[in-house]
């Protein structure tokens, strides 16, 4: 049973509110980021407590979705609610970000009013809220097919013809009665990567995280529920599996939004290695400034490219001025003190292309046991059309075709992928 529901930006501005049985004073919301903000950890518990006033959040799009309960709820009821909440905002506004929840306030209440019912949880289905949700959303920048300029003329193939524009993702669902009820689905396939490579650059341990991810705009589709576990593969529960075993082939009949299909994971086994190796040399210099030296190899075929490459390096508390030097002019660097990291990105990344950077930090009283907290390595970047795994969608049949003239882009191959770098004992 939830008291209240409310969404903060990172610098604890009211967003949204709802007080749902009147049970807590009007100053949680203070008092939740007051003791959010308040713990020296950089991972803050899901769920706190103050006065009998519990209090369980979640961070997605850089936004606190926090909920409220004084009775003995279950924490992962609420915790589960609180992200398909932020699911089902994403849907309806078609990103999640401060600005997209400030523009469409109204049609968020509405969406808090329908879903929950004096703190009792209703529904979170798309296919069932459209029914009853008559606010429009607003979109910073509408979806556009013109804004498909990788896609040839009359579905012509191109280089790109088979990846539709990141602008794809942020259409509210919503929207399709303004493209005239076109029917239109995004398929994406979504890997993360954990690897270990110890100081002589040898791969030590991998695991990859996969997910296949639908995002649609078809009518007269409906559906919603918990995923089904098979060994190391789940699936979400409108996914039939009759013909999985013998031909790899999913079914679904997805609601409108985006749904995760399938997750699967995969250990140490990879059909192919990172890609990317990191060369690191860390050390002092005769003026008690901390160096290091970074060396950066992709090893994707060289036609192939990375795109948003970001190196986050964590560095000593206190460091207090960066020095840089580059190999390309297109990358940029900078020193964040908050997160006690330097940032290091690169708009694009060529296969069998190797860059460095060197940097120099200010660092009171550095020390050996400072050099210990220089690292591990995190690892950011988009790699289109490839997976770590080689996972590949072959084909999309819609059955029965949809009547009348639509137009249909289908994403697939994009891959988001985290790798972390785990240096063993190079920064010493």
């Not at 308040?38 to 803050?44: E, I, S």
């Not at 991998?206 to 409906?222: Q, T, W």
């Amino acid at each position: 049973m939830i008291s209240q529901i409310f969404i903060l930006s990172s610098k604890g501005d009211h967003l949204i509110y709802k007080d749902f049985r009147g049970e807590s004073g009007g100053d949680a919301v203070g008092v939740f980021y007051e003791k959010v903000t308040a713990l020296t950890g950089d991972q803050p518990p899901v769920v706190m407590s103050h006065k009998g006033l519990h209090f369980v959040h979640v961070r997605q799009g850089g936004l606190y979705w926090v909920a409220t309960t004084t009775a003995d709820s279950s924490p992962f009821t609420i915790i589960e609610f609180l992200n398909r909440l932020s699911a089902l905002v994403k849907d309806y506004c078609g990103s999640l970000s401060e600005k997209s929840v400030q523009m469409n306030f109204a049609l968020i209440y509405e969406l808090l009013d329908e879903a929950v019912d004096y703190g009792y949880i209703q529904t979170t289905s798309s296919d069932v809220l459209k029914n009853f949700i008559q606010t429009e959303a607003v979109s910073s920048r509408p979806f556009s097919l013109f804004d498909l300029s990788n896609v040839g003329l009359f579905g012509a193939e191109t280089q790109q013809s088979k990846v539709a524009p990141s602008s794809a993702a942020t259409r509210p669902i919503q929207s399709s009665r303004e493209q005239g009820g076109k029917s239109e689905i995004f398929v994406d396939v979504i890997e993360r990567m954990s690897v270990v490579i110890g100081s002589n650059g040898m791969l030590m341990k991998a695991d990859v995280e996969g997910e296949i991810r639908v995002k649609c705009y078809l009518p007269n589709c409906s559906g919603y529920g918990a995923a089904v576990r098979v060994d190391e593969v789940s699936f979400h529960q409108m996914v039939r599996l009759d013909e999985f075993d013998s031909h790899r082939i999913l079914r679904l009949c997805p609601s409108q939004g985006e749904q995760m299909v399938m997750q699967y994971q995969l250990s140490d086994d990879l059909p192919s290695a990172p890609p990317f190796r990191l060369f690191p040399t860390i050390e002092r210099d005769s003026g008690g400034r901390l160096l290091m030296y970074l060396k950066l190899r992709c090893d994707l075929p060289p036609k192939s490219a990375a795109i948003n490459v970001a190196a986050t390096i964590p560095v000593p508390k206190g460091s207090l001025s960066l020095s840089q030097e580059l190999s390309s002019p297109d990358q940029s660097a900078e020193l964040k003190p908050q997160s006690r990291a330097v940032v290091w990105k690169i708009p694009r990344f060529t296969g069998g292309m190797q860059l460095s950077a060197l940097f120099k930090l200010e660092v009171p009283g550095l020390s050996s046991a400072s050099l210990l907290e220089v690292g591990p390595v995190g690892l950011s970047f988009e790699l289109p059309k490839l997976t770590a795994t080689g996972l590949q969608i072959r084909f999309l049949r819609l059955s029965p075709v949809q009547p009348g003239p639509s137009q249909r882009w289908v994403r697939s191959f994009i891959n988001i992928t985290d790798l972390n770098i785990f240096t063993e004992r190079s920064f010493s």
